[in-house]
């Protein structure tokens, strides 16, 4: 780190730890299994790969500034208000927006103890104030976050399901924290991984029931687009009114917004996704037991596995990457003895199995 004497940023941001993403590459290793950054083994939507590479030959054009067509496919396609839907560069753009609109000097954001990292990150660069929250047994708990609100509480930041921990809590948890809050803060559902629950709508009829509730969601986990950068938020009228304010007019690229859309009304694509998921994560999660390695149910795309020690977990990903595997260390998140692996497709979960058993039949 680098300071300077008399050039400085606003307070908080020199308290900010650099966000760590997931490995791409092995030295050694001229082909990996990357199972760190909870991306879909089964790509993106072909519908939206083409519709991608046919934007490129109009790169000189601006794109659409109110992302109308995208949102209306939104709309359509999970039954929502296209008027009420604000897209961003991935959704952690919608995250920043929130707290550089809502938080600031002398405000708290409000996350739980396992919670993603940006939550922090985009409250202290704001230059709020952030607070953690515990977690019961590995689960976001709504008592404890009720308790931690006061009268400076901008945001309350809750993952369901969340990351690392695949766990969630159900609809009527979330509408009691809803309406416990103080009435200034605005609550923040980050549905990141809703798509992995089959039937859940990510709290939307809450965002419709309520005025103090927004809903995230992201195009990089179940369509496969985390590289072309889209997400979106669903929120109360009032709310798009100031994101859209804040937001820069072309905050989301043309070929970001024609795949992303092509992406969502591939729901044919989407429910295979689903299924997929859905099937190889159970058969992580049983093959991870059997060998002794304590994991709760995931609702997501990725399984926290818990080894016995911070050493075990460190070995046993030393050993996957000796086998061409890298998932995700997560001591940052309140996890030394974890390992986040991503649900990959059958072979690769069979083979993630594979060498974490081999590596605890070597060890004991
Ligand atoms: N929220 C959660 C809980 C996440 O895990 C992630 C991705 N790691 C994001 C938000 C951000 O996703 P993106 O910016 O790619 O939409």
């Not at 908080?12 to 909870?38: F, Q, T």
């Not at 809502?102 to 405000?107: D, F, I, N």
Request: net charge negative.
């Amino acid at each position: 780190m680098s300071e300077h004497p008399t050039i400085r940023p606003q307070p908080g941001i020199l308290d900010i730890e650099l966000y760590v993403g997931g490995d791409a590459s092995l030295a050694g290793h001229a082909e990996v299994l990357k199972l760190s950054s909870n991306e879909n083994p089964a790509g993106a939507s072909p519908r939206a790969i083409e519709a991608y590479r046919a934007t490129g030959v109009s790169l000189h054009r601006y794109p659409s500034t109110d992302h109308r067509a995208l949102r209306t496919a939104i709309a359509e396609v999970h039954g929502l208000d296209a008027g009420r839907i604000v897209c961003g560069n991935g959704s952690d753009e919608i995250i920043a927006l929130l707290t550089q609109a809502y938080a600031g000097p002398g405000r708290e954001v409000v996350h739980t103890e396992h919670g993603f990292a940006m939550y922090r990150i985009s409250a202290l660069a704001a230059g709020a104030t952030p607070v953690e929250v515990r977690e019961r047994a590995r689960c976001t708990d709504v008592d404890a976050i009720l308790a931690a609100c006061t009268e400076r509480t901008a945001l309350v930041f809750i993952a369901n399901p969340n990351n690392p921990t695949g766990t969630m809590i159900g609809a009527d948890e979330v509408a009691r924290l809803a309406a416990g809050l103080p009435p200034q803060a605005l609550l923040v559902l980050d549905g990141a991984y809703a798509e992995f629950v089959a039937g859940f709508d990510g709290h939307a009829g809450l965002v419709d029931a309520r005025d103090n509730v927004v809903m995230t969601r992201t195009f990089s986990k179940i369509h496969g687009l985390g590289g072309l950068r889209v997400g979106w938020g669903y929120a109360p009228a009032h709310v798009v009114d100031v994101l859209n304010r804040v937001r820069g007019p072309f905050n989301v690229s043309a070929p970001a917004l024609a795949a992303a859309e092509a992406a969502i009304r591939d729901t044919g694509f989407t429910a295979r996704c689903l299924a997929e998921n859905t099937a190889n994560r159970a058969a992580l999660t049983a093959a991870l037991r059997a060998s002794g390695v304590a994991c709760d149910d995931s609702e997501a795309n990725f399984v926290l596995a818990r080894f016995a020690s911070p050493a075990e977990a460190e070995a046993c990903d030393r050993a996957l990457r000796d086998a061409g595997i890298i998932v995700r260390r997560v001591a940052g998140y309140g996890f030394p003895e974890g390992l986040r692996i991503t649900v990959g497709d059958a072979a690769a979960c069979a083979r993630v199995a594979a060498t974490v058993a081999d590596f605890l039949r070597v060890k004991a």
